[in-house]
Nanobody
Framework: QVQLVESGGGLVQAGDSLRLSCATS????????MGWFRQVPGAERDFVAQ???????TYADSVKGRFTISRTSANYTMYLQMNSLKPEDTAVYYC????????????WGQGTQVTVSS
């Protein structure tokens, strides 16, 4: 089992920055990759960014150049630095973990709300 807890969401204005954190516990050695996803009411959960065990990163086109994903090696805490925020970035942000042997993300946090006002 892997436990994930997000923090750092809030209400900001367009153009501001925010940093989300995802603390992990449990069988972190089983994690192949971690990522951030976001969801607005009535829509599916969308991919935002991913970082794999070797540190390789992938971003959605909508956030490239504005968001940066990172993680610490020591305690496997993951971050999402969000700069130049736009109202369309408003969503509940979830961190997820993709473990070895699974076919997709199989662990999720509870989510944290990010609201960007215009």
């Amino acid at each position: 089992q892997v436990q994930l807890v997000e923090s750092g969401g809030g209400l900001v204005q367009a153009g501001d920055s925010l940093r989300l954190s995802c603390a992990t516990s449990g069988r972190t050695f089983s994690i192949y990759a971690m990522g951030w996803f976001r969801q607005v009411p009535g829509a599916e959960r969308d991919f935002v960014a991913q970082i794999d065990r070797s540190g390789g990163t992938t971003y959605a086109d909508s956030v490239k150049g504005r968001f940066t994903i990172s993680r610490t090696s020591a305690n496997y805490t993951m971050y999402l630095q969000m700069n130049s925020l736009k109202p369309e970035d408003t969503a509940v942000y979830y961190c997820g973990a993709y473990t070895y042997g699974s076919r997709s993300y199989d662990y999720w946090g509870q989510g944290t709300q990010v609201t960007v006002s215009s």
